[in-house]
């Protein structure tokens, strides 16, 4: 199964793992954010997290299902 990349480019230091969901159009709504993480769905560098807080750098990658998102910092 192929990944399908989502490149997102943030202008601050960091993006919580929760609003990174809902920003780059994985999750509809925080509540729906919050379950997939808290389920532990959702893979932040390779390793399953499940804290929605998690601070998103750039460089980090977080996956979803066949989703991968690549946090890169806005020039």
Known sequence: MEHEQIRIAIRTEFIKLDS????????????????????????????ICTMRGKKIRPGDTVQVDRFT?????EA
């Open 20 to 47: 990174l969901l809902k920003f780059s159009g994985l999750c509809d709504t925080g509540g729906f954010a919050k379950e997939l993480v808290q389920q532990g769905a959702v893979l932040v560098n390779g390793e």
């Open 69 to 73: 998102v690549m946090v890169e910092a």
